[in-house]
């Protein structure tokens, strides 16, 4: 029975870090576009940081965070979904 509410429970927290992530970029690239302006947002310039470049502000540290919990609900799901197939 608790194994059953804990896979649940994984899932629905990596579901629900799943969405604030998507909400978390979407506003960190708003913020980094208005500090850049809009040009030099849509033509970063062409190195190793250009994917992750509008992620450097509080928005962006708000994205490895949440990172960090879907990680731990997949974890918490896979595991409790394990102990419930092997019965032990």
């Known amino acids: 029975m608790l ?12 579901m629900a870090a799943h969405l604030a992530i998507k909400v978390a970029e979407r506003r960190a690239r708003k913020a980094y576009e208005e500090l850049v302006g809009e040009e030099t947002a849509a033509n970063p310039p062409d190195d190793v940081w250009k994917d992750v470049r509008s992620l450097a502000g509080s ?18 799901a896979l595991g409790a979904g394990l102990y419930l197939l092997t019965g032990r």
């Open 59 to 76: 928005w962006g540290c708000l994205v490895t965070t949440l990172e960090f919990v879907r990680g731990i609900g997949v974890v918490l």
């Open 3 to 14: 194994a059953s509410l804990l896979v649940g429970l994984g899932v629905v927290l990596a």
